[in-house]
């Protein structure tokens, strides 16, 4: 193997070397030089090739016979020398073994070289580590530290969230729990109070109902016995109830008008119309309510009614009543002789024909600024055509608002106002589902009344 070739085998391992591992490439590592024992080698070879040849010379007859006796003396000797030949080749072969042991003896220190960088790598990482090892289990024990203080510190909040909600808790539940005891308490009490007072009511309705029973049936005794001796109620009072002589009247005003206490609240409205004054005059008196009322306001005032039981009724209350028409009573009374004439469900009961003759009665008997409050049922209603005004027999004919109005101001009735009394939709309540400008129409009061001043 030539020299050259050899050289760039070693060149191109010794390439490879440092493109596998390039972390050494750069190291300093002696490495044997080989070259003079290949050159050696090579010129051993070249001699051991030469044994047996002849050096040439010019040509001619002598150097033909010089050469021909060198080949001769050559192969004459060839059996000395071979020895020496073999021993030559063996040397050859034994330096090529060494060159080959010195390369792996190179590519060995490079691996040890190698090994030596890893193994120096391995060093400054654990002098590293050692180095950086301090400082990181310092650090780790600090964070450890402000971990466990941040968990304290959470730990301390939520549980002074904990107690304050649960403080919090406690008092909201031990408020509401006064509270409920107070209600309930509260509550208690008002229940006791509220059923005291219903069996107080119901102990007084029971009484005032009994009360009334026994005076109704002693009221009945007294005008039986009064009628008889009297020979009988005048021709007008029988023509006037004549439709209700068949039946209990006082009975039917208590179901279908109300109880006193509900009449009386609806004639509060026209106390104002009569404080002050001194002679008032009740038409239709009935159960006395509005006698009741002048008298809680301290105004003089006296009834008049057909019915000789209602009559005994206002008596027995201690008002002021007599039984009487009220045609021939106005007729016998002096021209301006009242302050006020009060007449309350009376003038639909009268033939409307002599309506006109009532109110001009009326008129003429009140003093100048004498007041005049007339109720009836408000025909403007339709409600009261299908419930109350034909539930009595004793209606003849409703009376228009405007009727009443043109017959007060034709007769000198001053200063008129109607007033819309008992509003249908209280007493029905499907009349809600009417439009309400057609409910206002047609569905709007039951009753109404009128109010005026003599001029």
């Given at each position: ?329 106005l007729e016998n009374l002096p021209e301006a002789s009242l302050d006020g004439i009060f007449c309350s469900q009376v003038i639909e009961h009268l ?105």
């Open positions: 193997m030539e020299s050259a070739e050899v050289v760039a085998i070693l060149r191109e391992i010794r390439e490879r070397v440092k493109a596998h591992h390039p972390e050494i490439a750069g190291a300093e590592v002696p490495l044997a030089d080989l070259m003079p024992a290949v050159h050696a080698r090579d010129a051993a070879l070249a001699k051991v090739a030469a044994i047996g040849t002849v050096n040439p010379r010019p040509g001619g007859v002598l150097n033909s016979l010089v050469q021909s006796w060198k080949r001769l003396v050559s192969r004459v000797l060839d059996w000395h020398v071979r020895e020496q030949v073999e021993y030559n080749r063996k040397m050859v072969a034994c330096i090529d073994t060494l060159i080959e042991a010195m390369n792996e003896h190179n590519r060995s220190l490079v691996e040890i070289a190698r090994l030596l960088g890893v193994v120096q790598e391995v060093a400054d990482l654990r002098r590293h580590w050692a180095e950086w090892r301090p400082d990181w289990e310092r650090k780790l024990h600090e964070y450890e530290v402000q971990f466990l203080r941040a968990i304290a510190d959470q730990q301390s909040a939520a549980q002074f969230r904990v107690d304050l909600m649960e403080s919090r808790f406690r008092d909201a539940l031990h408020v509401q729990h006064n509270e409920f005891k107070t209600d309930l308490e509260r509550n208690a009490i008002d229940v006791q109070k509220r059923l005291w007072a219903d069996l107080e009511r119901i102990r007084l309705e029971y009484e005032r109902l009994i009360h009334s029973e026994l005076r109704t049936m002693r009221q009945r005794a007294e005008i039986t016995a009064s009628a008889g001796a009297a020979g009988g109620p005048p021709a007008e009072a029988s023509c006037a109830r004549s439709a209700a002589a068949d039946f209990d009247y006082g009975r039917f005003a208590e179901r279908f008008r109300g109880p006193e206490e509900y009449v009386r609240q609806g004639q509060q409205m026209y106390r104002r119309c009569f404080e002050g004054r001194e002679n008032v005059l009740d038409i239709g008196c009935g159960r006395g309510e509005f006698l009741e009322l002048m008298r809680e306001a301290g105004v003089g005032a006296r009834g008049i009614d057909l019915s000789q039981e209602s009559v005994a009724i206002c008596r027995h209350k201690g008002l002021e009543a007599e039984r009487a028409d009220l045609y021939v009573y033939p409307p024909e002599r309506l006109p003759e009532m109110l001009k009665l009326c008129a003429s008997r009140l003093r100048r600024n004498g007041a005049i409050a007339i109720e009836t049922p408000n025909p403007e209603c339709l409600a009261i055509f299908a419930t109350h005004f034909y539930l009595d027999p004793t209606h003849t004919r409703p009376v228009p608002p405007a009727l009443l109005a043109f017959y007060l101001e034709e007769f000198g009735i001053g200063r008129i106002e109607v007033h819309r009394l008992s509003p249908a939709l209280e007493s029905m309540p499907p009349l809600a589902e009417l439009p309400a400008g057609f409910r206002a129409a047609f569905f709007d009061t039951l009753d109404y009344g009128v109010t005026g001043t003599k001029l």
